[in-house]
């Protein structure tokens, strides 16, 4: 089978799940969505409520932010995969609980597995403690390491900088060290 049919496969996998409790709630489940062949990947934290309607990730204001700041670096969202840690939408956008995350883990892990990106950038603090352990994004924003062939790039999620100037300020800033990982 073929990465993309694997691919396929895996979403509708995902839009089916009934893993954990969120199934219940959800419109539907977001997947996320770029070309399987994307060699940088975001990673959020989970879909809202705008997300949930569609099915597509990051398409309200988080996501207007994520494509400017994408596009900031000469990418544009075509290019790249977008996805969140959580598939489904949490109810009234509260934090992920564990057994969430832990639910949803497989999904993501398939889907590094899958794309294979040289860079994934982690948005927020659940996007960094479930991928890579218990960093703060305060202290890890703007760095990376590399693990595993490729890297993983640390930084606020959009929501948290369209909510605080300095956070928006800062990301700005740590979208410029991740334009320099690209060449």
């Not at 099915?55 to 000469?74: A, D, K, N, Q």
């Not at 996007?127 to 890297?151: C, L, M, N, Q, T």
Request: net charge positive; aromatic share 6%.
């Amino acid at each position: 089978m073929t990465r993309e049919k694997e691919l396929l496969a895996l979403h509708e996998s995902i839009r089916n799940c009934t893993l954990c409790p969120l199934h219940k709630t959800r419109t539907q489940a977001v997947p996320g969505e770029g070309p399987v062949h994307a060699r940088i990947m975001f990673i959020g934290e989970a879909p809202g409520v705008q997300e949930d309607a569609t099915g597509r990730p990051f398409v309200g204001r988080s996501g207007e932010l994520l494509t400017e700041m994408i596009e900031s670096i000469g990418l544009t969202r075509e290019r790249v995969f977008i996805t969140s840690v959580l598939k489904s939408r949490p109810p009234n956008n509260r934090t992920p609980t564990q057994s969430e995350i832990e639910a949803c883990r497989p999904y993501i892990d398939r889907q590094i597995e899958l794309i294979d990106p040289r860079i994934v950038v982690l948005l927020g603090g659940v996007a960094i403690s479930s991928i890579v352990g218990p960093w703060k994004v305060s202290d890890s924003h703007g760095d990376y390491f590399e693990a595993k062939g490729r890297i993983f790039f640390m930084t606020y999620h959009p929501a948290a900088a369209l909510r605080f100037p300095k956070a928006k300020a800062l990301m700005k800033s740590d979208f410029e060290v991740l334009r320099s990982l690209l060449v």
